[in-house]
């Protein structure tokens, strides 16, 4: 499942190659992706100009002109591919957007996804990410609310905590593993046993796994808007899926343990 890095990576890509291109033509071959009909939207889509791509969470949002947004989340698994005029398209979409100058993108879905078009004035009111927490890489993401919004949830477990969207935007289970090790946390330490040093660990790691994945364009089995997968594969993980090797600080070797509905893998001797 794409998450932070992965789509941080997108919507930098989508910015670069499509601000200032106006839509010519939409095709839904899925209509349940959308929000309305699908003849209103490609009706309520067609001549918008987009003026502006940005992310949070597993959220992708292009600011349409005159006064619209286009939101995409790609679910489990999604390409969303971009295409220049004349360039074969992929064989499966569910989803296709054509600008003017012949240039676009198209979608496939493999699970569900979502590509909804709100009015600006309506944003607040979207009940998919209208609730959405704090990008971990923006700048208001400081230690300091970090640590109120640590406080507001005492009972609990750390795990749950940085998985639940409407805290942080983003993490899944993906990154989570590293975030955890790397702060030497257990995925079910309770947030009223946290030291402030714990809690700073953590604010650190949080910013340095995501921003390290950033920098290998995410992960390796995804792929970015011009169908290129990440370089962030299975040797970069810390103890993330990798369960029977040995921990890269002590040696002891790394546990997969159910947490919840989800696994955690952890270093026994270091997540106490
Ligand atoms: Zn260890």
């Not at 940005?54 to 591919?81: A, H, Q, R, V």
């Not at 300091?144 to 935007?169: C, G, P, Y």
């Not at 594969?233 to 919840?260: Q, S």
Request: aromatic content about 12%.
């Amino acid at each position: 499942m794409p998450e932070l890095p992965e789509i941080t990576v997108i919507a930098s890509q989508m910015r670069r190659e499509l601000c200032g291109k106006t839509v010519a033509e939409a095709e839904s071959r899925q209509p349940k992706n959308l929000n309305m009909p699908v003849a209103q939207f490609v009706e309520t889509v067609k001549g918008k100009i987009v003026r502006e791509v940005t992310s949070k969470g597993k959220w992708i949002f292009l600011k349409l002109e005159p006064s619209f947004f286009l939101l995409i989340n790609l679910g489990m698994y999604g390409e969303l591919l971009y295409y220049v005029n004349g360039q074969k398209l992929p064989e499966r979409y569910q989803f296709k957007l054509r600008f003017s100058d012949g240039s676009g993108f198209t979608i496939f879905f493999s699970w569900f996804g979502y590509v909804h078009l709100v009015a600006e004035k309506d944003l607040k009111k979207h009940r998919l990410t209208a609730n959405l927490g704090a990008n971990p890489l923006s700048n208001d993401f400081c230690f300091e609310r970090f640590k109120n919004w640590l406080s507001s949830k005492k009972k609990t477990k750390i795990k749950n905590f940085l998985l639940d969207q409407k805290n942080i935007a983003g993490i899944g289970n993906v990154y989570v593993q590293d975030i955890l090790f790397q702060s030497r946390l257990h995925p079910n330490r309770e947030i009223s046993t946290l030291s402030q040093k714990e809690k700073q660990d953590l604010y650190n790691a949080i910013k340095d796994v995501l921003n390290l994945s950033i920098q290998h364009g995410g992960l390796a089995y995804e792929k970015d808007f011009y169908g290129q997968n990440g370089k962030f594969d299975g040797t970069k993980f810390l103890v993330g899926y990798k369960e029977g090797k040995p921990c890269p600080v002590c040696g002891t070797i790394i546990e997969k343990i159910k947490t919840r509905s989800t696994s955690s893998y952890i270093c026994p001797s270091c997540q106490r």
